[in-house]
């Protein structure tokens, strides 16, 4: 089965930079929609970017458009998510997981560990 690792999280400042990386510990991704989600404290799980196997198409939350970019490398059994400008509203743990991309819905047995991601000064 599908077995999914998120890495790449960690503090940055406000308007800085960072990159996740979602890479398949085992079976392939490249058959698969595959995108991002998260969760700040006290709030719900939210849909934040989905992208096509081919990386044709992507979707993304309106609270990112503009300052994060998903992406996929087939190759390397990985999607990214470049994240930049980011701001304090982003903090979070992030996930991946497969996805609807019109819904930015997960579709999953269960959540991974996440990597966290702190924007603060």
């Known amino acids: 089965q599908l077995q999914l690792v998120e890495s790449g999280g ?3 400042q406000p308007g800085g930079s960072l990159r996740l990386s979602c890479a398949a510990s085992s079976g392939t991704l490249g058959y698969l ?20 196997p081919s990386g044709g198409r992507v979707n993304y ?21 470049q994240m930049n400008s980011l701001e304090a509203e982003d903090t979070a743990v992030y996930y991946c997981a497969r ?7 997960a579709i999953i047995n269960s959540w991974g560990k996440g990597t966290l991601v702190t924007v603060s000064s």
């Open 99 to 105: 996805c609807g991309i019109s819904s930015l819905t």
């Open 10 to 12: 960690g503090l940055v």
């Open 61 to 81: 939350a309106d609270s990112v458009k503009g300052r994060f970019t998903i992406s996929r490398d087939n190759s390397k059994n990985t999607v990214y998510l």
């Open 33 to 52: 929609n595959i995108g991002w989600f998260r969760q700040a404290p006290g709030k719900e799980r939210e849909g934040v970017s989905c992208i096509s």
